[in-house]
């Protein structure tokens, strides 16, 4: 899409929101001081009650989306995946491996889900090899046991530090109150997927609170056919019994009088039946093993009445096993290959809020981590399996940071929030992640957000084995950000977002120095619309529009970045309020693959029917997910010799539960 | 860029001083003006702890009152996010996410002089409870429980509450 039309929805977006503002309650009375009303005439005031959708959480200037349990359970999403597949700007793509998350121009194949915080309950997930945030069935949660997911886009190194380009996704996990009893749950979908879920909630009479969660998923996948390999010698393009998966995962939480421990583990295989690798042999076992596992313990509480602090120590797991099969050993005599990655850290992280001024928050600090393994294995095999040769790699970074920042209440209207986080790694030059943002809210119902700020990423341990000494330094991004959010009524709201992102010193290659060199710049720039509205009667619905135009290095239309995404969601109760029905709709722009093909825009569907209520302690949902069968396809992030992935048709859910 | 400018100085154009308040604003002026309007027993401390716990927004709206004289003594505005400091306390209010942890916060005050504060629907073992009646916010008062602190609500409360719980 060209920038013309960008500059018209931008002008379409300003007459939306004048309108929005406009219609908005100004009342014109002079300026009243709260403190002077009487009870009396308190009792007898128009109100503006507050917002009954859900309200963000995340300390945050740009324009947070949520999904709540409740749009989890009504739309019926299995991962995070699908989650974020819901949210206004954001797709996914699927290669049979990982779900990669892509928007304002992030996203690009072969990232992973990388430039993205992935947070649980304040603890960052990615692993320290790839950076990557694992969002399917890979990562750490059952969304049963999640109680809301925030995706707040925009820079987050002010607070978070390294990785936080994009944007951050918080999700903040349920606790044992919520459940307050044993949960027992299955689930079979289509492809022969079955999963079996127990869960276990508690808050004990002294205030303690636990959740403990374990689940299993098991599934065979598909045979897939890919056109590329359709020849004789290749089984005629057909990977036959090569997709199935099996996941584990643990969970607890456990809190009391400001302490709060809380685990996760989970361990992910998957067959990738797409023979993602130049040299290894089609239709034979391609598997991957990714185990990601933390335990992050917290402390909260006041010192006094104006001094609060947060205190963390985390440790965090990754484990990376691959084993595949070369097509061409008659040279090397290498026919089998193994990878043996793991990943170790642990950090330590001091928060404090002083509110010793009236009018003031000062958010200060300092982390510690310390990536103390960092290890790559990659062994190579003969035909009869004897080991032949062996390639290790090991790295390590402490990284130490401060952060310091001031949201300051002007009066009612205004607000400014400036802060900075100094990181200081082991193996690169601190770096300053600024930030300032100023809040303005004309009425009760209106807010203005008008932010600027940089962040940066520090290149990995797998980008380090695998660029020149000298080029290894980190990428940087600047956004500018304008966001407005007007509140119709607490149960309408209307956000938009106007942004702009500057990347820069990103890794290129530069054919004069046959290198790879971090000088590289591109940007990315868009529009984006939601619409949220509720209704007493249980009806919900959110849809949002997302225009966007980013550029690669060399000034070309990026890869698998759609111009346009759109997403309808609609939920309501049927059957005499026991049953409630969710449809959704996404559409998604065409984009680009890596060989620069066009792939067509696409309108998937999926529609959930939950029970509303309990029936003796029993609950069920049942999903379609593509409902129209729709044929599509994707960006592949390999692109070994297909540059495009066909996805799944139509296929099915069915959860039941039952408390105990 | 231009865009924004203009964005932004339509809004500015369009603000004005005054508006109706917010539901915060009001649950603060409630608060305030209940805690004006009740007895503490005697003490020598010089300031009245006034504290919200795990309620930013009613603790923002109270903002505009600190420093103020209430019972002779300066108001301080503090937002609790722990029960570790609510002994502290002569005015707590707990909000909606405290509620489930209401047993245990009433142990942890004892038998001081605490008046409790809150909006929660669920919560009644409070001193005063805020509520939505139709439209507008109304307070009951139990003074089971008030007096178990050992305050006094003024009579004017008792007057104006929707209704009053006696021992």
């Known amino acids: ?660 | 860029m231009r865009r924004l400018l203009i964005l932004l100085c339509v809004f500015v154009s369009l603000s004005v001083a005054a508006e109706p308040l917010s539901e915060y604003q009001l649950k603060a002026g409630f608060a305030y003006n209940i805690a004006a309007y009740t007895e503490w027993p005697a003490t020598d401390r010089r300031n009245f702890n006034f504290c919200t716990l795990n309620e930013e927004n009613v603790g923002l709206g109270l903002a505009q009152f600190e420093g103020k004289q209430l019972h002779g003594r300066r108001l301080v505005i503090a937002r609790l996010t722990s029960l570790v400091a609510i002994r502290q306390c002569q005015v707590l209010y707990i909000g909606e996410r405290e509620a489930a942890n209401l047993p245990h916060i009433l142990k942890q005050l004892g038998d001081e002089s605490v008046l409790t504060i809150s909006d929660a629907s669920q919560v009644t073992a409070v001193c005063v409870r805020l509520a939505l009646d139709g439209e507008r916010l109304v307070f009951d008062i139990n003074l089971e429980h008030c007096q178990q602190a050992r305050l006094m609500p003024g009579s004017n409360l008792m007057r104006l509450a929707r209704v009053v719980t006696k021992p």
């Open chain 1, 1 to 660: 899409m060209s920038d013309f039309r960008v500059g018209g929805l931008c002008r379409l977006l300003f007459v939306t929101l004048s309108l929005a503002l406009a219609s908005g309650r100004v009342a014109a009375d002079d300026k009243e001081n709260l403190a002077d009303l009487s009870l009396e005439q308190l009792m007898q005031r128009e109100v503006v009650w507050a917002s009954k959708i859900a309200q963000q959480i995340s300390d945050s200037p740009s324009a947070v989306a949520i999904v709540t349990a409740a749009d989890i359970r009504a739309y019926g999403y299995r991962t995070l995946a699908d989650v974020i597949n819901s949210m206004r700007g954001l797709y996914t793509t699927y290669d049979r491996r990982y779900q990669y998350m892509g928007g304002r121009g992030f996203g690009a194949p072969e990232d992973y889900a990388g430039r993205i915080m992935l947070l649980i309950d304040g603890y960052a997930t990615q692993d320290n090899l790839f950076t990557q945030a694992y969002i399917e069935d890979s990562g750490l949660l059952d969304l049963e046991i999640i109680e809301r997911v925030e995706y707040v886009p925009g820079t987050g190194s002010v607070t978070y530090g390294n990785n936080a380009l994009l944007g951050i996704i918080n999700v903040v996990t349920k606790n044992g109150r919520d459940f307050n009893m044993a949960q027992l749950s299955a689930e079979f979908a289509s492809h022969g997927m079955q999963k079996q879920r127990v869960t276990m909630g508690k808050l004990f009479d002294n205030g303690a609170d636990l959740l403990l969660s374990a689940s299993v998923l098991n599934a065979d996948g598909q045979n897939h056919y890919f056109s590329a390999y359709d020849s004789p010698t290749t089984n005629n393009g057909w990977a036959e019994n090569i997709d199935d998966e099996r996941n584990k995962r643990l969970f607890g939480k456990f809190s009391f009088e400001g302490w709060t421990l809380e685990a996760a583990y989970v361990d992910r295989k998957k067959v990738v039946p797409t023979n993602p690798d130049y040299f290894t042999l089609f239709n034979t076992p391609y598997a991957i093993d990714d185990a990601n596992a933390f335990v992050n313990l917290r402390y909260e509480r006041d010192f006094g009445l104006k001094l609060h602090s947060a205190s963390r120590l985390y440790y965090g797991y990754y484990g990376y096993n691959a084993s595949r099969e070369y097509a061409d050993y008659s040279e090397d005599n290498i026919r089998y290959g193994e990878r043996r990655h793991e990943g170790r850290w642990w950090g330590l992280e001091q928060k404090f809020v002083g509110n010793w001024f009236a009018d003031h928050a000062i958010v200060f600090g300092f982390e510690f981590r310390n990536d103390f393994t960092q290890h790559m294995s990659r062994s190579y095999f003969s035909p009869t399996y004897d080991f032949l040769e062996a390639r290790e790699e090991d790295y390590s970074r402490t990284t130490t940071s401060f952060f310091l920042a001031d949201e300051y209440r002007i009066n009612d209207q205004w607000s400014i929030n400036i802060g900075a986080r100094f990181d200081n790694a082991s193996d690169l030059d601190g770096n300053l992640s600024p930030r300032v943002a100023v809040i303005y809210r004309p009425s009760l119902m209106t807010t203005l957000k008008a932010s600027y700020s940089e962040a940066f990423r520090m290149p990995n341990a797998n980008e380090i084995a695998s660029t020149p000494v000298e080029a290894v330094a980190p990428e940087y991004v600047a956004a500018s950000e304008l966001v407005l959010q007007h509140d119709f009524s607490p149960r309408m709201r209307l956000t938009g977002s106007i942004y702009r992102y500057d990347r820069s010193d990103q890794l290129v290659f530069d054919f004069s120095q046959y290198e790879y060199v971090p000088t590289g710049n591109s940007h990315a720039d868009g529009v984006e619309l939601e619409f949220e509205r509720s209704w007493e009667n249980g009806v919900r619905t959110r849809s949002s529009l997302a225009f966007q135009h980013s550029e690669n290095t060399e000034g070309m239309d990026a890869v698998n970045s759609p111009n346009v995404l759109g997403k309808f969601n609609l939920t309501f109760p049927i059957v005499a309020d026991r049953v409630r029905l969710g449809f959704e709709a996404q559409y998604i722009g065409p984009r680009l693959t890596l060989e620069r093909r066009e792939i067509s825009s696409t309108t998937l569907a999926n529609l959930t029917l939950s029970s509303e209520r309990k029936w003796h302690g029993m609950s069920a949902s049942f999903s379609i997910r593509n409902l129209f069968d729709k044929e599509y396809e994707v960006v592949s992030p390999s692109g070994v010799l297909s540059d495009s992935l066909r996805m799944d048709g139509r296929t099915f859910w069915l959860q039941l539960n039952y408390d105990l």
